[in-house]
Each structure stands twice: as structure tokens, then as C-alpha cells.
């Protein structure tokens, strides 16, 4: 893994963009923009929205970049295409990037609500624990069901509004999250049977991930529809109606896309799928609570 090559400057700002994870990244960093919109509309702090939204990115850039650095062995035997194989960063860069993306978060979270802060150095404790070792194994779906729901709580905290419906979003994000980790996993799965991994995904077989991830995505549309027919949380029926059939459908159509029969191809797109479907029914819920 060595380089003895000299790298041009695009070189590296390309292994450093591949690096960092771009789409689940910008994925994430749209989800907190979205929670944090809704949370200080209509009044927006400017300000705030823009600490909260850029230290959460600097977050994912450091889970992000470290995850390369901490793969980076395996990634060598069977991942050569990846930035550090290809000798586009060398691991010592990518471990500094993500060490100072940390700094960077920490400093950016400084002027908002304590709460805020240790809510992010939480989500980033569980992200490099991921990154450390439990990505390979069963307890990688278990990070994503704690860290995912943490995501819409600090957007709220971040913008200084606490409301009980940020709290009954905990259960039905981490449902999500666990899907949201059998998607990422998907792609991989073989790869990560062959070397040994025993992922959330390898440990379900592919059949069986497949099968989960729509289950827990209408299980979760299904408790947000009992929360709002019960008036437990009260939101706007034909805001929430439509989020829940086009989540539906969405659902569909991933089953009908993607499959165990089907080309490992298409896995990656079922993935960035279900991340859209998961951001459409936490937000319409958010949403339609809000109006």
C-alpha cells in the first residue's frame, strides 16, 4: 500500500472526494437540513441553521474518512479501486482529514446548545465504533438503530426546540436506521461472507436482508399511521396520507427492482433508495406535525 509515485493535485482532490463518502454523506447531511428546517420554521435562526448543518457534515466526513483508513488492509485485498488502494491518499492524510473534521465539528458546535454537542459526540463515538470493528458484526445493525434516531433529536436541539414528537421519532428512526444498515451492507455482502465478516447482512444471508428491509420500513410507516389515527402525535392527515402511500409504493417498487435474483448492480441504487424513502417518511411525519 506503500506509494512511491508523484501525485498531481487533482489526484488527490479526487481520492479525497471519493474519500468522503459523497451521496450517503450528503444523504445525511440533508436529512439534519430538513429536521432543522422544520424545527426552527417559520422563525429561522440563520445562524444556528448553519452551525447545525456544517458541523454535522464535518462529522460524517470524519466517520467517513476514517471508515477508508481503518479499512484500509481489506480494502487492498479486495477493494483496490478504493482511494487509498489506488495510492490517490495515503492512509496517514486520510487519518489527519478525519481527526481535524472532528476538531472542526467540536469547535463549529461550541456556540449552541451543550446539548447539542454531546448529542453529536455520541453519534460520532457510535460512527468510529462502527468504523472500529463492529461494522464486522452482527451488532452493526444496533449502531445504526442508536445513531440514526439521533439525528432529527439534535436538529431539534441544535435549533433550541424540544417537542415530545422528536421523541416518539426515536423508535420509528431506529427501525429505520436497521434498515437503512442491511441496505449499506447489501452491496457487499458476499465480499464480506468470504473474508469472514459477520455482518448484520452476512449473518441474515441475502434472502434474508432483502427480505427485512421492506418489513421495516412498513412497520415503521405503520406505527407513525397508529401515532397520528390515536392522536398520540397530532398531524395533518393529508400531509401524512400521501407520505405513507408514495413510501408505500416506493417500497414497492424497490421489491420489483432489486432482489436476490436479481444483478448485484442494482444493490447500490436499492440502497440510496431506501434512504430517500426513509428521509420521505420521517419528514412527511415531521411535516405534517408542523402545519
Known amino acids: 500500500m506503500e506509494i512511491s509515485k508523484k501525485r498531481r493535485v487533482s489526484e488527490v482532490a479526487l481520492g479525497f472526494f471519493l474519500l468522503s463518502h459523497p451521496l450517503p454523506v450528503l444523504m445525511h447531511t ?30 460524517q ?29 495515503r492512509p496517514n492524510e486520510a487519518l489527519v482529514a478525519g481527526l481535524l473534521c472532528i476538531i472542526v465539528m467540536v469547535v463549529l458546535l461550541l456556540p449552541l446548545n451543550p446539548l447539542a454537542l454531546a448529542i453529536s459526540l455520541l453519534y460520532l463515538a457510535l460512527g468510529q465504533a462502527y468504523n472500529l470493528g463492529l461494522k464486522s458484526t452482527p451488532y452493526s445493525g444496533v449502531v445504526f438503530a442508536l445513531a440514526i434516531p439521533l439525528i432529527p433529536v439534535y436538529a431539534f436541539v441544535g435549533m433550541g426546540r424540544i417537542i415530545p414528537l422528536v421523541f416518539w421519532l426515536v423508535p420509528v ?32 444471508g441475502v434472502r ?23 392522536h398520540v402525535v397530532r398531524v395533518n392527515t393529508w400531509v401524512l396520507l400521501p407520505a405513507i402511500l408514495l413510501t408505500l409504493l416506493i417500497v414497492c417498487f424497490m421489491v420489483f427492482y432489486s432482489g436476490p435474483g436479481r444483478s448485484t448492480s442494482t444493490r447500490k441504487t436499492y440502497f440510496y433508495l431506501t434512504v430517500a424513502n426513509c428521509l420521505l417518511l420521517a419528514g412527511g411525519w415531521l411535516i405534517g406535525a408542523s402545519v
Do not use: Q
Request: proline share 4%.
Open 208 to 230: 434474508g436482508t432483502f427480505r427485512l428491509i421492506p418489513l421495516l420500513i412498513i412497520v415503521s410507516a405503520a406505527l407513525v399511521a397508529v401515532l397520528a389515527i390515536t
Open 173 to 204: 428512526a431506529a427501525l429505520l436506521g436497521v434498515a437503512l444498515n442491511l441496505a449499506n451492507s447489501l452491496p457487499d455482502t458476499e465480499t464480506d461472507a468470504a473474508s469472514n465478516a459477520r455482518t448484520l447482512a452476512v449473518a441474515l
Open 61 to 89: 466526513l470524519s466517520i467517513a474518512l476514517l471508515n477508508d483508513y481503518c479499512d484500509r488492509r481489506l480494502d487492498t485485498l479486495g477493494k483496490r479501486n478504493k482511494p487509498i488502494p489506488r495510492g490517490l491518499v
Open 30 to 59: 440533508l436529512g439534519v437540513a430538513l429536521f432543522a428546517l422544520l424545527a426552527g420554521w417559520p422563525s429561522l435562526a440563520w445562524n444556528t441553521l448553519t452551525l447545525v448543518i456544517l458541523a454535522h457534515l464535518a462529522m
